[in-house]
Nanobody, 126 residues
Framework: QVQLVESGGGLVQAGGSQRLSCAAS????????MGWFRQAQGKERAFVAA????????DYADSVKGRFTVSRDNAKNTAYLQMNSLKPEDTAVYYC???????????????????WGQGTQVTVSS
């Protein structure tokens, strides 16, 4: 089992920045690719970004490319999502997730992730 706890959400103005953290416990952190997903009110959960097990490769949704950066620190068992140039349409609950796949290419599909955090709300005001 892997337990994931997100933090860092809150209210931010459009154009601002925010960093989300995802602290993992349980099994060895480096065994898992880490992904970030978000779910806006009334919409389905969607892929945001992911990073491979050894942090060599990343992937992003087109809507966040150039604005968001995913990273991880395996020594601290923590993944991060740095969000810059935030827009009101980025408002959502953000979830981190862990996948046993993704040694080289981080997965982007929800069904490839076995463990999920409880989510953290990010609200971007215009």
């Amino acid at each position: 089992q892997v337990q994931l706890v997100e933090s860092g959400g809150g209210l931010v103005q459009a154009g601002g920045s925010q960093r989300l953290s995802c602290a993992a416990s349980g099994r060895t952190f480096s065994w898992y690719a880490m992904g970030w997903f978000r779910q806006a009110q009334g919409k389905e959960r969607a892929f945001v970004a992911a990073i491979s097990k050894e942090a060599g490769n990343t992937d992003y949704a087109d809507s966040v490319k150039g604005r968001f950066t995913v990273s991880r620190d395996n020594a601290k068992n923590t993944a991060y999502l740095q969000m810059n140039s935030l827009k009101p349409e980025d408002t959502a609950v953000y979830y981190c997730a862990a996948s046993p796949k993704g040694t080289y290419i981080p997965p982007a599909a929800i069904y490839e992730y076995d463990y999920w955090g409880q989510g953290t709300q990010v609200t971007v005001s215009s």
